[in-house]
Protein backbone atom coordinates (compact mmCIF):
# COMPACT_ATOMS: atom_id res chain seq x y z
CA UNK A 1 0.00 0.00 0.00
CA UNK A 2 1.36 3.48 -0.81
CA UNK A 3 -0.88 5.10 1.58
CA UNK A 4 -1.59 4.31 4.74
CA UNK A 5 -4.13 5.66 7.16
CA UNK A 6 -4.57 4.64 11.19
CA UNK A 7 -7.64 6.32 13.41
CA UNK A 8 -7.10 7.51 16.85
CA UNK A 9 -9.43 8.73 19.24
CA UNK A 10 -9.06 11.86 21.63
CA UNK A 11 -10.05 10.28 25.45
CA UNK A 12 -10.73 12.59 28.58
CA UNK A 13 -7.94 11.87 30.04
CA UNK A 14 -5.32 11.96 26.94
CA UNK A 15 -6.52 15.53 26.30
CA UNK A 16 -4.19 19.01 27.89
CA UNK A 17 -5.98 21.72 29.57
CA UNK A 18 -7.36 22.90 26.48
CA UNK A 19 -9.41 19.73 26.12
CA UNK A 20 -7.39 19.46 22.61
CA UNK A 21 -4.91 16.72 21.63
CA UNK A 22 -1.59 17.99 22.90
CA UNK A 23 1.06 18.77 20.27
CA UNK A 24 3.37 16.04 21.94
CA UNK A 25 0.84 13.46 21.67
CA UNK A 26 0.03 14.46 17.76
CA UNK A 27 3.62 13.79 16.82
CA UNK A 28 3.68 10.10 18.76
CA UNK A 29 0.45 9.57 16.66
CA UNK A 30 2.99 10.09 13.71
CA UNK A 31 5.64 8.50 14.48
CA UNK A 32 3.53 5.69 15.20
CA UNK A 33 1.17 5.50 11.93
CA UNK A 34 5.04 5.90 10.16
CA UNK A 35 5.86 2.49 12.07
CA UNK A 36 2.69 0.51 11.27
CA UNK A 37 3.01 1.36 7.68
CA UNK A 38 6.43 0.67 7.27
CA UNK A 39 6.03 -2.66 9.30
CA UNK A 40 3.41 -3.11 6.38
CA UNK A 41 5.93 -2.51 3.43
CA UNK A 42 8.28 -4.73 4.94
CA UNK A 43 10.96 -2.48 5.67
CA UNK A 44 10.09 -1.48 9.14
CA UNK A 45 12.05 -2.18 12.93
CA UNK A 46 11.95 -5.94 12.26
CA UNK A 47 13.99 -5.53 8.46
CA UNK A 48 16.13 -2.74 9.30
CA UNK A 49 17.32 -4.73 12.37
CA UNK A 50 18.51 -7.40 10.49
CA UNK A 51 21.29 -5.30 9.02
CA UNK A 52 22.01 -3.84 12.72
CA UNK A 53 19.83 -0.46 11.30
CA UNK A 54 17.10 1.63 12.35
CA UNK A 55 14.98 4.39 11.91
CA UNK A 56 15.40 7.58 13.71
CA UNK A 57 13.29 10.82 13.03
CA UNK A 58 15.37 13.60 11.72
CA UNK A 59 12.77 16.54 11.47
CA UNK A 60 9.34 17.15 11.32
CA UNK A 61 7.22 20.22 10.21
CA UNK A 62 3.82 20.39 10.29
CA UNK A 63 1.04 23.13 9.86
CA UNK A 64 -2.27 22.72 11.38
CA UNK A 65 -5.61 24.67 10.81
CA UNK A 66 -7.18 22.98 14.64
CA UNK A 67 -6.76 20.15 17.04
CA UNK A 68 -8.69 17.22 17.85
CA UNK A 69 -10.88 18.18 20.75
CA UNK A 70 -11.90 15.64 23.57
CA UNK A 71 -14.00 12.61 22.16
CA UNK A 72 -13.13 13.22 18.46
CA UNK A 73 -11.55 10.37 16.34
CA UNK A 74 -9.21 11.74 14.15
CA UNK A 75 -7.03 10.09 11.28
CA UNK A 76 -3.23 10.40 9.96
CA UNK A 77 -2.93 9.28 6.43
CA UNK A 78 0.70 8.84 5.67
CA UNK A 79 3.20 8.12 2.52
CA UNK A 80 6.75 8.35 1.49
CA UNK A 81 7.43 11.32 -1.00
CA UNK A 82 10.75 9.83 -1.53
CA UNK A 83 14.06 8.31 -0.59
CA UNK A 84 17.77 7.54 -1.05
CA UNK A 85 20.18 5.62 0.50
CA UNK A 86 20.17 7.49 3.56
CA UNK A 87 16.88 8.87 4.25
CA UNK A 88 13.46 8.89 3.52
CA UNK A 89 10.69 11.43 2.97
CA UNK A 90 7.68 11.01 4.75
CA UNK A 91 4.55 12.70 4.75
CA UNK A 92 1.13 13.15 7.05
CA UNK A 93 -2.24 14.53 6.20
CA UNK A 94 -4.43 15.09 9.31
CA UNK A 95 -8.06 14.91 9.24
CA UNK A 96 -10.84 14.83 11.33
CA UNK A 97 -13.79 12.81 12.22
CA UNK A 98 -16.07 14.94 9.55
CA UNK A 99 -13.46 13.85 6.56
CA UNK A 100 -12.18 17.70 6.67
CA UNK A 101 -8.04 18.17 6.27
CA UNK A 102 -7.19 20.34 9.56
CA UNK A 103 -3.42 19.39 8.92
CA UNK A 104 -0.44 18.28 7.27
CA UNK A 105 3.69 17.13 8.07
CA UNK A 106 6.35 16.07 6.37
CA UNK A 107 8.92 14.15 8.14
CA UNK A 108 12.61 13.00 7.14
CA UNK A 109 13.80 9.87 8.98
CA UNK A 110 17.40 8.56 8.08
CA UNK A 111 18.28 4.91 8.94
CA UNK A 112 21.13 4.97 11.59
CA UNK A 113 22.98 1.56 12.84
CA UNK A 114 22.52 0.92 15.88
CA UNK A 115 25.58 -0.03 17.16
CA UNK A 116 28.13 2.87 15.52
CA UNK A 117 24.84 5.24 15.47
CA UNK A 118 26.23 6.49 12.22
CA UNK A 119 23.90 6.81 9.07
CA UNK A 120 23.24 2.96 7.47
CA UNK A 121 22.91 2.71 3.96
CA UNK A 122 19.26 1.95 2.78
CA UNK A 123 20.60 -0.01 -1.01
CA UNK A 124 19.48 -2.87 0.04
CA UNK A 125 15.94 -1.91 0.79
CA UNK A 126 14.98 -2.23 -2.80
CA UNK A 127 11.08 -2.64 -2.85
CA UNK A 128 11.53 1.03 -0.96
CA UNK A 129 11.14 2.53 -4.72
CA UNK A 130 7.97 0.55 -5.13
CA UNK A 131 6.32 2.45 -2.10
CA UNK A 132 6.38 6.14 -3.23
CA UNK A 133 3.34 7.94 -3.57
CA UNK A 134 2.47 10.72 -6.32
CA UNK A 135 0.17 12.17 -3.70
CA UNK A 136 1.25 15.77 -3.24
CA UNK A 137 1.54 17.89 -0.10
CA UNK A 138 0.48 21.46 0.20
CA UNK A 139 2.96 22.16 2.79
CA UNK A 140 6.64 23.60 1.74
CA UNK A 141 9.91 21.82 2.67
CA UNK A 142 11.17 22.06 6.09
CA UNK A 143 13.94 24.93 6.37
CA UNK A 144 16.55 25.78 8.61
CA UNK A 145 15.16 27.22 11.80
CA UNK A 146 16.54 30.35 12.55
CA UNK A 147 17.86 31.03 15.57
CA UNK A 148 17.96 34.27 17.43
CA UNK A 149 21.12 35.91 18.78
CA UNK A 150 20.99 35.38 22.15
CA UNK A 151 17.87 33.30 24.28
CA UNK A 152 16.44 34.81 27.51
CA UNK A 153 15.50 32.18 29.02
CA UNK A 154 16.56 28.62 30.13
CA UNK A 155 15.83 26.11 32.12
CA UNK A 156 17.73 23.01 33.26
CA UNK A 157 16.03 19.58 32.63
CA UNK A 158 17.43 16.13 33.80
CA UNK A 159 16.16 13.47 31.96
CA UNK A 160 13.89 10.61 34.11
CA UNK A 161 13.03 6.89 33.78
CA UNK A 162 9.70 8.22 31.91
CA UNK A 163 11.37 10.10 29.21
CA UNK A 164 13.41 6.97 27.96
CA UNK A 165 12.35 4.83 24.78
CA UNK A 166 12.55 1.63 23.58
CA UNK A 167 16.18 2.93 21.91
CA UNK A 168 17.14 3.58 25.43
CA UNK A 169 17.21 8.13 24.41
CA UNK A 170 15.00 10.39 25.57
CA UNK A 171 11.46 9.89 23.46
CA UNK A 172 10.73 11.86 20.44
CA UNK A 173 7.12 13.01 22.36
CA UNK A 174 9.33 14.19 25.28
CA UNK A 175 11.46 16.37 23.48
CA UNK A 176 8.08 18.08 22.02
CA UNK A 177 7.19 18.20 25.47
CA UNK A 178 10.05 20.33 26.78
CA UNK A 179 9.47 23.00 23.81
CA UNK A 180 6.00 23.42 24.82
CA UNK A 181 6.88 23.43 28.25
CA UNK A 182 8.81 27.24 27.74
CA UNK A 183 4.87 28.49 27.36
CA UNK A 184 3.00 29.66 29.88
CA UNK A 185 -0.95 28.21 30.39
CA UNK A 186 -1.51 31.59 29.74
CA UNK A 187 -0.33 31.77 26.86
CA UNK A 188 -1.82 28.48 25.75
CA UNK A 189 -5.06 29.03 26.49
CA UNK A 190 -5.11 32.24 24.33
CA UNK A 191 -3.43 31.19 21.41
CA UNK A 192 -3.41 27.62 19.29
CA UNK A 193 -0.43 26.69 17.73
CA UNK A 194 -0.75 26.55 13.81
CA UNK A 195 2.51 25.37 12.54
CA UNK A 196 5.60 23.43 14.14
CA UNK A 197 9.24 22.34 12.95
CA UNK A 198 11.38 20.44 14.96
CA UNK A 199 15.34 19.30 14.00
CA UNK A 200 17.25 16.41 15.80
CA UNK A 201 20.70 16.37 15.93
CA UNK A 202 21.96 14.87 18.70
CA UNK A 203 20.60 11.85 21.18
CA UNK A 204 19.86 12.60 24.89
CA UNK A 205 20.26 9.82 27.48
CA UNK A 206 19.43 8.83 30.81
CA UNK A 207 20.29 11.28 33.86
CA UNK A 208 21.72 13.79 31.45
CA UNK A 209 21.45 17.67 32.65
CA UNK A 210 19.79 19.26 29.35
CA UNK A 211 19.40 23.46 29.15
CA UNK A 212 16.51 24.62 27.12
CA UNK A 213 17.27 28.04 25.91
CA UNK A 214 13.96 29.38 24.67
CA UNK A 215 12.90 33.06 22.91
CA UNK A 216 8.89 33.84 22.69
CA UNK A 217 7.92 37.01 21.05
CA UNK A 218 5.51 37.96 18.06
CA UNK A 219 3.36 34.69 18.18
CA UNK A 220 6.82 33.05 17.52
CA UNK A 221 8.61 30.19 19.58
CA UNK A 222 12.37 29.28 18.90
CA UNK A 223 13.94 27.04 21.81
CA UNK A 224 16.93 24.58 21.46
CA UNK A 225 18.07 21.99 23.81
CA UNK A 226 21.34 21.36 24.66
CA UNK A 227 23.06 18.16 26.58
CA UNK A 228 25.68 19.45 29.73
CA UNK A 229 28.56 19.88 26.87
CA UNK A 230 26.26 22.69 25.20
CA UNK A 231 25.73 20.41 22.07
CA UNK A 232 22.87 21.01 20.21
CA UNK A 233 20.32 17.80 20.57
CA UNK A 234 17.52 19.63 18.71
CA UNK A 235 16.09 23.13 17.58
CA UNK A 236 12.39 23.92 17.63
CA UNK A 237 9.80 26.41 16.59
CA UNK A 238 6.14 26.60 17.03
CA UNK A 239 4.11 29.59 15.64
CA UNK A 240 1.07 30.32 17.37
CA UNK A 241 -2.09 32.16 16.69
CA UNK A 242 -5.07 34.11 19.01
CA UNK A 243 -8.26 32.28 19.75
CA UNK A 244 -11.28 33.98 19.96
CA UNK A 245 -11.94 33.30 24.02
CA UNK B 1 -24.19 -2.91 31.37
CA UNK B 2 -22.71 -3.94 34.89
CA UNK B 3 -19.39 -4.25 33.05
CA UNK B 4 -17.69 -2.42 30.67
CA UNK B 5 -14.47 -3.47 27.98
CA UNK B 6 -11.99 -1.13 26.66
CA UNK B 7 -9.46 -2.62 24.09
CA UNK B 8 -6.18 -1.10 23.92
CA UNK B 9 -2.70 -1.34 21.82
CA UNK B 10 0.33 -0.24 22.70
CA UNK B 11 2.44 1.27 19.89
CA UNK B 12 6.11 1.15 19.64
CA UNK B 13 5.93 5.14 20.51
CA UNK B 14 3.78 4.20 23.87
CA UNK B 15 6.61 2.12 25.20
CA UNK B 16 8.94 2.42 27.78
CA UNK B 17 12.69 1.47 27.80
CA UNK B 18 12.02 -1.59 28.59
CA UNK B 19 9.54 -2.25 25.71
CA UNK B 20 6.42 -2.55 28.15
CA UNK B 21 3.54 -0.09 28.73
CA UNK B 22 4.68 2.31 30.88
CA UNK B 23 2.70 2.09 34.82
CA UNK B 24 1.36 5.77 34.03
CA UNK B 25 -0.13 5.10 30.79
CA UNK B 26 -2.32 1.84 32.29
CA UNK B 27 -3.90 4.47 35.04
CA UNK B 28 -4.53 6.68 32.04
CA UNK B 29 -6.40 3.62 30.47
CA UNK B 30 -7.75 2.88 33.90
CA UNK B 31 -9.24 6.20 33.92
CA UNK B 32 -10.46 6.39 30.41
CA UNK B 33 -11.83 2.87 30.95
CA UNK B 34 -14.41 4.55 33.96
CA UNK B 35 -14.87 7.35 32.27
CA UNK B 36 -16.02 5.34 29.10
CA UNK B 37 -18.41 3.36 31.17
CA UNK B 38 -19.91 5.94 33.62
CA UNK B 39 -20.37 7.82 30.57
CA UNK B 40 -22.83 4.79 29.00
CA UNK B 41 -24.28 4.32 32.24
CA UNK B 42 -25.72 7.92 32.07
CA UNK B 43 -23.70 9.47 35.20
CA UNK B 44 -20.54 10.42 33.59
CA UNK B 45 -19.22 13.95 33.25
CA UNK B 46 -22.25 15.51 31.06
CA UNK B 47 -24.46 14.41 34.14
CA UNK B 48 -22.57 15.20 36.53
CA UNK B 49 -21.59 18.94 34.96
CA UNK B 50 -25.32 19.56 35.55
CA UNK B 51 -25.66 19.67 39.31
CA UNK B 52 -21.99 21.23 39.21
CA UNK B 53 -20.11 18.10 39.66
CA UNK B 54 -17.27 16.01 38.84
CA UNK B 55 -16.28 12.52 39.33
CA UNK B 56 -12.38 12.64 40.66
CA UNK B 57 -9.78 9.93 41.50
CA UNK B 58 -9.12 9.11 45.28
CA UNK B 59 -7.91 5.74 45.37
CA UNK B 60 -6.26 3.51 43.19
CA UNK B 61 -4.09 -0.16 43.97
CA UNK B 62 -3.31 -3.01 41.46
CA UNK B 63 -1.74 -5.73 41.49
CA UNK B 64 -0.01 -7.15 38.20
CA UNK B 65 1.90 -10.48 37.03
CA UNK B 66 3.37 -8.58 34.09
CA UNK B 67 2.77 -5.43 31.66
CA UNK B 68 1.78 -5.64 27.98
CA UNK B 69 4.75 -5.39 25.71
CA UNK B 70 5.46 -3.49 21.99
CA UNK B 71 2.64 -4.44 19.56
CA UNK B 72 0.24 -6.10 22.24
CA UNK B 73 -3.18 -5.93 22.47
CA UNK B 74 -4.78 -5.88 26.38
CA UNK B 75 -8.09 -5.21 27.69
CA UNK B 76 -9.88 -3.20 30.83
CA UNK B 77 -13.30 -5.17 32.23
CA UNK B 78 -14.45 -2.60 34.90
CA UNK B 79 -17.42 -2.68 37.03
CA UNK B 80 -19.18 -1.07 40.25
CA UNK B 81 -18.35 -2.91 43.55
CA UNK B 82 -20.12 -0.44 45.57
CA UNK B 83 -21.23 2.85 46.39
CA UNK B 84 -22.74 5.84 48.65
CA UNK B 85 -23.34 9.50 48.70
CA UNK B 86 -19.95 10.31 48.21
CA UNK B 87 -17.98 7.98 46.25
CA UNK B 88 -17.89 4.57 44.43
CA UNK B 89 -15.90 1.65 44.15
CA UNK B 90 -14.92 0.82 40.75
CA UNK B 91 -12.43 -2.32 39.80
CA UNK B 92 -10.86 -3.54 36.80
CA UNK B 93 -9.75 -6.88 35.27
CA UNK B 94 -6.66 -6.63 33.16
CA UNK B 95 -6.61 -8.51 30.59
CA UNK B 96 -3.35 -9.57 28.02
CA UNK B 97 -4.82 -10.64 24.23
CA UNK B 98 -4.43 -14.64 24.99
CA UNK B 99 -7.49 -14.05 27.10
CA UNK B 100 -4.99 -14.06 30.73
CA UNK B 101 -5.74 -11.86 33.61
CA UNK B 102 -2.50 -10.23 33.92
CA UNK B 103 -3.86 -8.15 37.18
CA UNK B 104 -6.41 -6.47 38.53
CA UNK B 105 -7.07 -2.94 39.99
CA UNK B 106 -9.11 -0.91 42.68
CA UNK B 107 -10.03 2.78 42.51
CA UNK B 108 -12.44 4.76 44.45
CA UNK B 109 -14.04 7.91 42.91
CA UNK B 110 -15.06 11.10 44.74
CA UNK B 111 -17.79 13.34 43.41
CA UNK B 112 -16.99 17.08 44.12
CA UNK B 113 -18.36 20.29 43.33
CA UNK B 114 -16.14 21.79 40.34
CA UNK B 115 -17.01 25.18 42.60
CA UNK B 116 -16.14 24.67 45.79
CA UNK B 117 -13.60 21.56 45.51
CA UNK B 118 -15.81 19.91 48.30
CA UNK B 119 -17.38 16.72 48.38
CA UNK B 120 -20.98 16.19 46.17
CA UNK B 121 -24.16 14.42 47.34
CA UNK B 122 -24.48 11.89 44.47
CA UNK B 123 -28.46 10.80 46.06
CA UNK B 124 -30.22 12.27 43.16
CA UNK B 125 -27.92 9.71 40.91
CA UNK B 126 -30.61 6.52 41.72
CA UNK B 127 -29.26 4.67 38.34
CA UNK B 128 -26.08 4.17 40.05
CA UNK B 129 -27.41 1.10 42.54
CA UNK B 130 -28.82 -0.78 39.57
CA UNK B 131 -25.52 -0.94 38.11
CA UNK B 132 -23.58 -2.53 40.78
CA UNK B 133 -21.94 -6.03 40.25
CA UNK B 134 -21.52 -8.92 42.20
CA UNK B 135 -18.48 -9.87 40.27
CA UNK B 136 -15.50 -10.57 42.92
CA UNK B 137 -12.11 -8.73 43.12
CA UNK B 138 -9.86 -10.55 44.56
CA UNK B 139 -7.01 -7.81 45.92
CA UNK B 140 -7.50 -6.87 48.99
CA UNK B 141 -9.02 -3.51 49.76
CA UNK B 142 -6.67 -0.47 49.76
CA UNK B 143 -5.54 0.52 53.28
CA UNK B 144 -3.06 3.18 54.46
CA UNK B 145 0.10 3.78 52.93
CA UNK B 146 2.64 3.46 56.07
CA UNK B 147 5.23 6.39 55.55
CA UNK B 148 8.88 6.07 57.45
CA UNK B 149 9.38 8.40 59.78
CA UNK B 150 12.00 10.67 57.42
CA UNK B 151 12.70 10.32 53.07
CA UNK B 152 16.39 9.88 52.29
CA UNK B 153 15.59 11.35 48.78
CA UNK B 154 13.80 14.58 48.00
CA UNK B 155 13.68 16.34 44.13
CA UNK B 156 11.43 19.47 43.46
CA UNK B 157 9.30 19.87 40.02
CA UNK B 158 7.43 22.91 39.22
CA UNK B 159 4.29 22.08 37.40
CA UNK B 160 4.47 22.86 33.37
CA UNK B 161 1.85 23.08 30.75
CA UNK B 162 1.93 19.65 29.82
CA UNK B 163 1.35 18.50 32.77
CA UNK B 164 -2.55 19.69 33.29
CA UNK B 165 -5.09 18.59 32.65
CA UNK B 166 -8.76 19.73 31.33
CA UNK B 167 -9.71 19.94 34.93
CA UNK B 168 -7.05 22.64 34.98
CA UNK B 169 -4.96 20.51 37.92
CA UNK B 170 -1.88 18.38 37.39
CA UNK B 171 -3.12 15.06 35.45
CA UNK B 172 -3.76 11.55 37.40
CA UNK B 173 -0.58 10.11 35.30
CA UNK B 174 2.04 12.50 35.67
CA UNK B 175 1.61 12.23 39.65
CA UNK B 176 2.32 8.38 38.77
CA UNK B 177 5.35 9.32 36.61
CA UNK B 178 7.11 11.80 39.15
CA UNK B 179 6.91 9.20 41.48
CA UNK B 180 8.26 6.34 38.65
CA UNK B 181 10.89 9.08 38.05
CA UNK B 182 12.21 8.86 41.59
CA UNK B 183 13.57 5.55 40.42
CA UNK B 184 16.91 4.75 38.07
CA UNK B 185 16.84 3.21 34.65
CA UNK B 186 18.90 0.54 36.03
CA UNK B 187 16.40 -0.85 38.67
CA UNK B 188 13.58 -0.17 36.50
CA UNK B 189 15.74 -2.61 34.13
CA UNK B 190 16.14 -5.27 36.72
CA UNK B 191 12.94 -5.39 38.17
CA UNK B 192 9.40 -5.04 36.89
CA UNK B 193 6.49 -3.70 39.11
CA UNK B 194 4.02 -6.02 40.60
CA UNK B 195 1.82 -3.48 43.17
CA UNK B 196 1.01 -0.38 42.76
CA UNK B 197 -1.16 2.15 45.49
CA UNK B 198 -1.67 5.75 45.35
CA UNK B 199 -4.02 8.38 46.97
CA UNK B 200 -4.35 11.72 46.44
CA UNK B 201 -5.35 14.46 48.75
CA UNK B 202 -5.05 17.55 47.91
CA UNK B 203 -4.63 18.87 43.90
CA UNK B 204 -1.20 20.64 42.43
CA UNK B 205 -1.69 23.61 39.79
CA UNK B 206 0.32 25.03 36.91
CA UNK B 207 3.50 26.99 38.24
CA UNK B 208 3.34 25.12 41.85
CA UNK B 209 6.56 23.56 42.71
CA UNK B 210 5.72 20.50 44.67
CA UNK B 211 8.77 18.27 45.95
CA UNK B 212 8.51 14.59 45.78
CA UNK B 213 9.97 12.63 48.76
CA UNK B 214 11.06 8.83 48.29
CA UNK B 215 12.50 6.20 50.17
CA UNK B 216 13.23 2.84 48.32
CA UNK B 217 14.35 -0.03 49.93
CA UNK B 218 13.84 -3.56 49.75
CA UNK B 219 12.09 -3.49 46.83
CA UNK B 220 9.77 -1.34 47.85
CA UNK B 221 9.56 2.72 47.15
CA UNK B 222 7.17 4.92 48.68
CA UNK B 223 6.92 8.35 47.68
CA UNK B 224 5.14 11.60 48.70
CA UNK B 225 4.12 14.60 46.49
CA UNK B 226 3.43 17.47 48.66
CA UNK B 227 3.50 21.56 47.52
CA UNK B 228 5.16 24.63 48.39
CA UNK B 229 3.64 24.90 51.41
CA UNK B 230 4.41 21.56 52.43
CA UNK B 231 0.61 20.01 52.31
CA UNK B 232 0.91 16.27 50.86
CA UNK B 233 -0.97 15.76 47.60
CA UNK B 234 -0.73 12.56 47.02
CA UNK B 235 1.11 9.11 48.58
CA UNK B 236 2.48 6.71 46.73
CA UNK B 237 4.12 2.92 46.94
CA UNK B 238 5.56 0.68 43.95
CA UNK B 239 6.59 -2.60 44.82
CA UNK B 240 9.12 -4.33 42.78
CA UNK B 241 10.15 -7.91 41.85
CA UNK B 242 13.68 -8.85 40.64
CA UNK B 243 13.28 -9.79 36.75
CA UNK B 244 15.37 -12.59 34.99
CA UNK B 245 17.81 -10.78 32.58
Redesign the interface.
Known amino acids: MSEYTVTFNL?????????QL?L?SLV??I??AA??HANSLGFG?ARLIEDGNAWVLSRLSMQISRFPT?GESYSLTTWIEGFNRHFSERNFEIIDAAGTTIGYARTIWVAINIATRRPADLSALTGLSGSVSQRPCPIPRQGKIKLPESFPNTTDYTV???D???N?HL???RYV?LV??T???ET?DRNQITEFEISFMHECH??ETLTISSLFSDNTLVAVIADAQGIPCCNAKITLSPVNL
Chains 1, 2 share one sequence.
Request: proline letters at 3%; glycine letters at 6%.
Open positions: TAAGCNAQMPQRDIDTLYVCVSIDSRTTAEVNLSLCFG
